[in-house]
């Protein structure tokens, strides 16, 4: 089993920064992409970024620039860092890991961006 737990979330003003971190454990693979997507209520989940283990990065177009995804192997972690956050940025934000044919999902941490 896998478990994934998120943190760094939490209330910012607009323009300003935050990062949030998900730590893996359990029986992580070598070959594996760790995701970040966020939820609005009443909105579709949507992927926020995307690396590999072996440091490819995918970014959705709203964040680009802005967002900058990256990783620890070692410590099996995730992290997410957020500049020039914006009102829209307002979400859950949860982790994804996938590895083989299965995926993990950690329980989610709020980031609320004020105007």
């Known amino acids: 089993q896998v478990q994934l737990v998120e943190s760094g ?3 910012v003003q607009a323009g300003g920064s935050l990062r949030l971190s ?10 594996n992409t760790m995701d970040w997507y966020r939820q609005d209520p ?4 949507e992927l926020v970024a995307s690396i ?6 995918v970014y959705a177009e709203a964040v680009k620039g802005r967002f900058t995804i990256s990783r620890d192997n ?6 997410l860092q957020m500049s020039s956050l914006k009102p829209e940025d307002t979400a859950v934000y949860y982790c994804r890991l996938r590895q083989r044919i299965y995926e993990y ?3 989610g941490t709020q980031v609320t961006v004020s105007s």
């Not at 009443?42 to 989940?45: A, D, F, H, L, P």
């Not at 590999?52 to 990065?57: C, D, I, L, R, V």
């Not at 070692?74 to 992290?79: R, S």
């Open 105 to 107: 999902w950690g329980q």
């Open 52 to 57: 590999t283990s072996g440091g490819t990065t």
């Open 9 to 11: 979330g939490g209330l």
């Open 22 to 31: 998900c730590a893996a454990s359990g029986s992580i693979f070598s070959i």
């Open 42 to 45: 009443g909105k579709q989940r």
């Open 74 to 79: 070692a410590k099996n972690t995730v992290y």
